[in-house]
């Protein structure tokens, strides 16, 4: 969307400041942690939390806001978790994170992109990857494993490493064991190795939409060519840009299901595919991955027109369905396949599900702004260490990354898991 | 004159680069608020010179010394969730962002106060106190407005005024920059005895603090606050939960604390619900006790919508309701206590004929927040229309006050049945009692508006300005008070409402720029929220309208 065609939700922010915590009547549990804007937290101004963007973007329409270094600053050093848009909407009807895209669009398309994000998309545009590896390398991560090449054959399920996954070296073994699982229990599963190409999601997060679009386009058109009907992938963001972003720009991967890692491995344990033999005696904590939790609600594909009712009651003709952060699976099924762990205590951290503290590696910041990447994580490091727990799990490859990249840069120490390193365990 | 740079140097170097701003990213978003387009003609007042985020009340002294040196005017705020926060009065405004100052200074349950500092919001309090068995005097909008904004600075009203009495009065002690620099600790504090009472010794400045409706930042900076602390009878540890599928709005609290009792009656007529209100309040009996004020709170305004008509259709009028009903919590700490309560009440609503409204213990639940901390009121007075007015309003006996009722209507209601206010069938109140009645009731008429739709701002500027008509011949409210919470919402060079009600008032507005001056000789302290010194005919000449300065006779 345009940004003129915001104009009403922008009026309608009301600086109430609520994109800035986390839900009241929802996890406000300690107040060292009431906070949910790492941006806002970290720098203080209004610009950056998402009140600010709204303030800015109305100015930008009514041809009032300079842009400056800090204008630009505001809009990009942040990781586009949106914790913001699930706390605003607990008080409002306006699309705060649908408007954050679009604003980071137009500024890319005014000449406005942070350079380090240039340069990454240059290295998407000559090697289809965000990592900046060689595109011939990409299949690296499984060399060796007996499975479909769907450049050449056709599956049932394929197997999606995503960019992280493929290009970072010490999470090939999540990886090749999540790949692994899948061909234990009898699946047809291939991947696209060499040939796979980035999601585009991270591309959209910063706003080169164009970029976005062309992979989109690529990878719906690979799904169809190899016949496949589901799509299974152990990074949250491929999972959240297949699902989520794909279905937003009309372009829906047709009779092709799209599943997290978690959510397969979940089927595979009740139809007695996977069985747990041994015990985890670990106490650990589960950190929601942003794109898997509540930036993977399905979208619901309103289209209509803003009605007046009852005089004036802003309503939507038809009746529109907003994304809330409501996202039952996204948040229930990791923690049931924790929970049936022999051995395992899983403790709640005090942000959680929709509420949850972002890892620090999203929108582009581990790229642009790595000082405030690692500064998040450590902030969630600490948030794990007042729970008592030993581990700290999640499901996503950028999370796991940048933990273990802000532990070595001298954050509150815990050891990180991928809930694929988990599951081996207890087989 | 814009200041300049030898200027904000001056101010960079008490706080540092990375704590002061004037980059007009940042100042662009310390000029829109909700409730602009009413004294300002759109979503922006004039920007601030620059914005500064201090971190102790040494940098603020440091810094209030400047702005009286250099002919600066600064102006705290908290949250900055009010239309009046970001006011100025020329471009020499300097606002105070408090955001680094957010402890929780101490919590005194036996002596029953707390310290805080001033970014430190009501839920933030609230939560930490309950840990000690105590509860703070939560402020009408909500969670997230700032303890000392509510108790010291602007109008602080809450759904449980009735026990804890308006947030000016729970009070204990501040520490003031005042407008000159001077660091001032008040009551006991100056004595050097601990913050236990806001008088003495010598002449109390409780009155000058707060007096009715607070200076929004024209008096200086409240750097510490004492409030007062009550029993909480609930869990120390207050937990939220709810449908793992629904989203955050669906959650709350489980059921209504042991100790806690809702209840909610029919009086089917103003007059009963007026009276019953009075005599509840008399009795003591209740900690929480309001109108009725009822609104389905729903996932969004689709929703509403919906739960509105199946409301309608199963014959529930809650607009009726909440015009003629009382809403109350009972708190005790024993059993016993709770009894006595509970009869003290079904006695009087006997005697006055009410009709208990059936609340399952899910909607109790859902209803508890609300009641108690005045969750989900930003989103009723917000999401409806984009705005929502609260004129006229008052504070005074039940008598003054359902006359003031019959009289909103007669400017409310043709409004809305005319489509330029949301349609609530009759104006909406929020009615509570102070004191347990012994300090009258505070009402406030509420409508809800829409300030991007040209009839619905006509609508809004209609009731408003009849609100405050000066002219007792001909306004509806002819010796009612003063409008816009009795001066607490006013741009003043914009709205004129001392300056102009002040003849009608006693002159009182002398007086209040008699104080202005004496604790603000050079004019420092930012003034359009509260008043000047001296009326300056220069501010009936210009305006600053839809984001531009113009002389009052061009056209807007």
Redesign the interface.
Known sequence: MQLEDYK?DM????????CT?V???????D?EF?KGCPSEKKY????YAA??KW??G??MI?D???M?D??V??VFRCQMCGSCD??C?????IETLDFMYDLRAKLVEDGYAVPAHVELIEGLRAEDNMLGGKKANRGDWAKGMKVKDLNKETAEVAFRAGCRFAYDEELWPIARGALQILIDAGIDVGIWGDQEVCCGGRAHSIGFVGDFTKYAESNVEDLKKAGIKTLVTPCADCYQAYKVLYEKYDMKPEGVEILHITEYILRLIEAGKIKFTKEVPLTVTYHDPCHLGRLGEPWHGWKGKEV?????????EP??K?R???N?DG??IPRKIIESIPGITLVEMPRN???AWCCGAGGGVKEAYPEFATWTAGERLHEAHTTGAQALVTACGWCRRNFVDAINEGAEDIEILDIIELVQKAM | MPITDIEYYALEDIVGADYISRDPAVIECYCQCWGHVGPWGGKYSPRPAAVILPGTTDEIEAIVKICNKLDMRFKPLSSGFESVTFAQCDDRGLLLDMKRMNRIVEIDAKNQRAVVESYVNGWNLEHEVAKYGMMAAPIGVGPSGGVIAGACCHFGAGNLNCSMGGLGRNVLGVEWVLPDGTVYTMGSGEGGTDWFSADGPGPSMRGVLRGRAGANGGHGVITRASVKIYPWYGDSEITFAGPEDQSAIHKGISSVPERYKIFMVDFHSREKQFEALRKIGMTEACQMLAGALAFPLTEGNDERYAATVALQEAGVDFNRVADEGVVGVIAAETERGMAYREAIVNSIVEEIGGDYMPLGEEQQAQMFPALMWNFGYVIDAFRNTGDFLISPTSEGSPEKLLNMRKAADAIITPEMRKGRLLDCDVSQVFLIVNEQGAGGFHMENVCFWDPYNEDSVKAYLGVAMEAQNPDAEKSPFPHLGLPHLGAGLQIEWTHHVHEDLGPVYNNYDYWLRQVKHAIDPNNAAEWSAYIPEKYDPRFRDRVFWNGEWLSQDKER
């Not at chain 1, 203080?44 to 610009?47: E, G, T």
């Not at chain 1, 909407?89 to 009807?93: I, L, P, Q, R, T």
């Open positions: 009403h009026q309608r922010c009301t600086r109430c400041t609520y915590w839900p009241y009547q929802d996890q406000q549990k107040r009431f203080l101004w209004n610009s009140a600010g303030n800015i109305y100015s009514n009032r806001m300079e400056t800090m204008t600053d505001a699930v706390s909407k607990v008080v409002n009807d007046n009712k009852l005089g004036l009651l802003i309503c939507h009746p529109k907003y809330r952060g409501a039952p948040y229930g599900r929709e509420a």
